[in-house]
């Protein structure tokens, strides 16, 4: 059984620094991409940034120059830095891997979700 599981999410002022962290354990063969979602109250759940196994990394436009996503394959984690945040940033975020636990398996894995709040 693969689990994913988030930490590193709490209270900022704004203009202030999170990192956040995702672990994932159990019967893993391989992880290709690793992503981080984020989702405020009344609104969609929304890709903030994604890095492939080989390190290519994609981010939202909204957080472009603010945000780093980071991951070591050794650990089978992913890191979410983010900096000068906004009070716009509150939201659970929330850790995405595709993960093979087998040559003939692949699944989309997602983690419980860690609360960011940014306080203006």
């Known amino acids: 059984q693969v689990q994913l599981v988030e930490s590193g999410g709490g209270l900022v002022q704004a203009g202030g620094s999170l990192r956040l962290s995702c672990v994932a354990s159990?019967?893993?063969?391989?992880?290709?991409?690793m992503r981080w979602y984020r989702q405020a109250p009344g609104n969609q759940r929304e890709l903030v940034a994604g890095?492939?196994?080989?390190?290519?990394?994609n981010y939202a436009d909204s957080v472009k120059g603010r945000f780093t996503i980071s991951r070591d394959n050794a650990k089978n984690t992913v890191y979410l830095q983010m900096d000068s945040l906004k009070p716009e940033d509150t939201a659970v975020y929330y850790c995405?891997?595709?993960?093979?636990?087998?040559?003939?398996?692949?699944?989309?894995?997602w983690g419980q979700g860690t609360q960011v709040t940014v306080s203006s």
């Open positions: 159990g019967s893993i063969f391989s992880i290709s991409s």
């Open positions: 995405n891997a595709v993960i093979s636990v087998s040559r003939d398996t692949t699944r989309n894995y």
């Open positions: 890095i492939s196994s080989g390190g290519s990394t």
